[in-house]
């Protein structure tokens, strides 16, 4: 048994996924821990493949019987990652299946308590986190439930509190306690009603105010267009959280993806790669990639005035604290400008 544990999760529907993901694990970080996969209902003769390469499989029950908070019930079975039975590794790594491995995630392995990325700036505090009142016909959800509910979450939590991305996160075995489990189902039993991105209110929730930002080189979500975003190769973790998923031919990552998937099958847990080190992201990459998500939904002339509002009111800061990076935001926000003004 390795100190530490890595883990994916897949229904049918995902089961090339997984595969790919383990192999940019293996590949690219040279993960030395254990390997698992949460099995959602895939049959017995496709898990097979994962247990002949040494990887771990959890066949998890069924937590819900539809879907939970707009997206696939499995999504839930990250539950099972708090039971006691995870205690016997010290650290345990998760990560969702849209996601591509670049590099080293051994840091990772460090982590104490609970950490992950910090969400999206769409998302970003627990009230971005809820559906609003024209979804809740939707849901089934009556006017007067939606009311006490979010009455709830807003006396016992607040809405504006900052929120984490549970498509990918750390922790050190030593939180689970025997209901820990139990906790996490119970609320998702609460207020899963509410939820707009399945299991992440539930995660926000359990964790308030109870867990550590994780750089975000580990978490790197790619919008739509990634044209804007190709220096984010450098990151360890794509995560796609969007439609444009790296399976897909017309994804500017389905080469890499494939690659991956490829070579699956040579995977050989008793033969350990040395992966590739992290190379962590400049302020002026995560500046850059704040900017983009605060500003992807509208046009490309209406990009070009917020970018401008933004750096003026980030640039002073910026230029007080870090000359050299304001002047190369600066440089790279005039060619915006050339490009779309006019």
């Known amino acids: 048994m390795k100190r530490s544990l890595l883990v994916t999760l897949a229904d049918g529907n995902y089961v090339d996924q997984a595969k790919q993901l383990f192999s940019g694990v293996y590949y690219n970080s040279g993960w030395r821990g254990d390997y698992m996969l949460l099995s959602h209902g895939i049959p017995e003769d496709e898990l097979e493949w994962f247990e002949e390469r040494g990887i771990i499989v959890r066949r998890c029950e069924p937590l819900y019987d539809n879907d939970f908070g707009g997206m696939p019930a499995a999504l839930t079975s990250k539950f099972y990652l708090f039971t006691p039975e995870f205690r016997k590794w010290k650290n345990v790594v998760y990560l969702d299946a849209d996601i591509i491995v670049m590099s080293s995630l051994e840091k990772l392995t460090q982590v104490s308590g609970f950490a992950a990325v910090p969400d999206t700036i769409g998302s970003n505090c627990i009230r971005l986190q809820m559906i609003g009142p024209k979804d809740i016909g939707k ?14 979450i807003k006396a016992g939590y607040g809405l504006r509190e900052r929120t984490l991305c549970a498509g990918m996160f750390s922790f050190s075995t030593d939180i689970i306690r025997e209901d820990t489990f139990r906790g996490l189902k119970a609320l998702a039993d609460a207020y899963g009603a509410l939820s707009a991105y399945g299991d992440q209110l539930i995660f926000n929730l359990f964790f308030h105010r109870n867990w550590k ?27 796609f959280i969007e439609r444009n998923k790296p399976w897909l031919e017309r994804s500017d990552f389905y080469d890499e993806w494939r690659r991956n998937l490829e070579m699956a099958d040579m995977i050989n847990l008793k033969e350990r790669p040395g992966g590739k080190r992290t190379c962590m992201l400049s302020m002026h990459t995560i500046y850059l990639h704040f900017l983009h998500w605060k500003i992807h939904a509208v046009s490309l002339r209406k990009r070009y005035s917020i970018y401008h509002i933004t750096m003026g009111h980030a640039g002073r800061a910026m230029k007080r604290f870090s000359p050299r990076l304001y002047w190369r935001v600066k440089e790279f926000k005039d060619g915006v400008h050339d490009r779309f003004a006019g």
């Open 139 to 152: 849901r089934g959800v009556s006017p007067q439930k939606y009311l006490r509910l979010r009455t709830a």
């Open 213 to 239: 930002k994780l750089p975000a080189v580990y978490n790197a979500y790619f919008p739509e267009n990634t044209r804007w975003l190709t220096m984010y190769r450098r990151a360890a973790v794509l995560h």
